[in-house]
């Protein structure tokens, strides 16, 4: 499982963070952080999902407003 995060489309509300702890706030910017991610294109942050966090990851997803994250499982685009 993979997740993207697309660090324009955020509006910082951090509902993610508390659903998943890869997200993290940055207060300053307004803005969420996905830990361990490398930027694929600008702004679009990817990382790999770990098997006990597949969960938290898809919750995270759900909770965004404006679906910044999305998730893919096998390639294929499961959220949102
Ligand atoms: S829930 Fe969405 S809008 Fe809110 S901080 Fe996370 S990515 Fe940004």
Request: aromatic share 10%.
């Amino acid at each position: 499982m993979r997740v993207e995060y697309d660090y324009d489309t955020c509006i910082g509300m951090f509902q993610c963070v508390a659903e998943w702890d890869a997200f993290e706030r940055n207060e300053d910017a307004g803005k969420a952080v996905l830990t361990d991610s490398e930027e694929r294109e600008a702004d679009v942050f990817v990382r790999d999902v770990p098997d006990d966090a597949e969960l938290d990851a898809k919750f995270a997803a759900r909770s965004c407003p404006v679906d910044a994250i999305t998730v893919y499982d096998d390639g294929e685009q499961i959220i949102p």
